[in-house]
């Protein structure tokens, strides 16, 4: 019972708010970890538009996807990379707001591509 409470109370002393204080340069760790976080988003980013693109792809040669939905699966196509675009431009700033408002609407705007290419 001792043991669990000790590591209940270890484990919340661990943690701690990644963000720093206004006027606060933060430590060597707290910028890896948040430069590591936002590394993994813009990952997750690229795989779900390459997992849409191949979709599409495949859509379209099976013959599943044409006509007036093949023109609103190339236009979300459209949309989807310029969301990705803006994403790798805020990652690239390191602008924390910027990029999750940036991972924010890819990840909408990809979830919106998925719907068009499944036909929704």
Do not use: H, W
């Amino acid at each position: 019972m001792k043991l669990s409470i000790v590591a209940a109370a270890l484990a919340l002393s661990a943690c701690k708010a990644t963000a720093p204080s206004i006027g606060v340069i933060p430590t060597p760790v707290e910028t890896v970890d948040r430069t590591a976080a936002d590394e993994q988003v813009a990952v997750g980013i690229e795989q779900g538009y390459k997992a849409f693109r191949l979709a599409l792809e495949l859509g379209v040669d099976t013959g599943v996807i044409k006509g007036p939905r093949a023109t609103l699966a190339a236009a979300a196509d459209r949309r989807a990379y310029a969301a990705v675009l803006t994403a790798r431009q805020a990652y690239k700033t390191a602008n924390a707001a910027a990029f999750i408002t940036a991972a924010r609407s890819a990840n909408a705007t990809l979830a919106a591509a998925i719907a068009t290419v499944k036909g929704n």
